[in-house]
């Protein structure tokens, strides 16, 4: 679940690339069964993008739930809630704001990602070109850096945003965790 925060990038891409192209297991999987194909395609951006960003989504859901109070979970059950009932009456409730941090570290971490997507569907304008990837190639371009620095301050722009959003949404879980 964590390998992927702590590979190379462009390890976690090639090995997507394996997995999901035309001739990976998943990827023929995929193409027979549903269609899909990832390799080289805004789908496998999507994915490339999911992959690296999910360690981190999954870290802070997982501390969220970890610290909702099992006294409340304990009292739920003891008033007749099943397992379901008392996860969805209880835990889910309480660790939203951590679920919503979550989310948002998850798609900030993907919105950046730029190894494992330049290694699996390329640079591909109009296709697979992500925001990274458009800042890389201006700025191989000449004459491209006055597009790339508007590029960058939309990139800061966008992370900035959600590392307010993600410290107000865990600073209003502590709060709901402290009383």
């Known amino acids: ?10 390890v976690t891409g090639y090995l997507l690339l394996i997995a999901f192209g035309r001739r990976g297991i998943l990827g023929q999987t995929f193409e027979n069964c549903c269609g899909l194909v ?3 395609r805004w789908t ?3 994915l490339a993008a999911g992959v690296m960003g999910f360690p981190l989504m999954v870290r802070a ?3 969220s739930i970890e610290a909702v109070d099992r006294r409340l979970e304990d009292a739920a059950a003891t008033l007749g809630s099943g ?3 008392v996860f969805f009456a209880v835990t889910l409730p309480l ?14 971490k993907a919105l950046g990602e730029f190894g494992a997507t330049i290694t699996f569907v390329s640079n591909i304008p109009g296709e697979t070109r992500t925001l990274p990837a458009a800042i890389y190639t201006l700025t191989q371009t000449p004459g491209g850096d006055a597009a790339a620095g508007r590029l960058v ?3 800061v722009a966008l ?3 959600a590392l307010v959003a993600s410290e107000l949404l865990a600073r209003r879980l502590a709060t709901r965790i402290s009383g």
Do not use: N
């Open 153 to 155: 301050l939309i990139a």
């Open 61 to 63: 859901i997982r501390l």
């Open 44 to 46: 496998g951006a999507a």
């Open 83 to 85: 397992r379901l009932g």
């Open 95 to 108: 660790s939203v704001p951590g679920l919503l941090a979550g989310v948002v570290l998850g798609f900030a």
């Open 159 to 161: 992370s900035l945003a």
């Open 38 to 40: 990832f390799s080289f």
């Open 1 to 10: 679940m964590h390998l992927p925060l702590v590979l190379p990038p462009v």
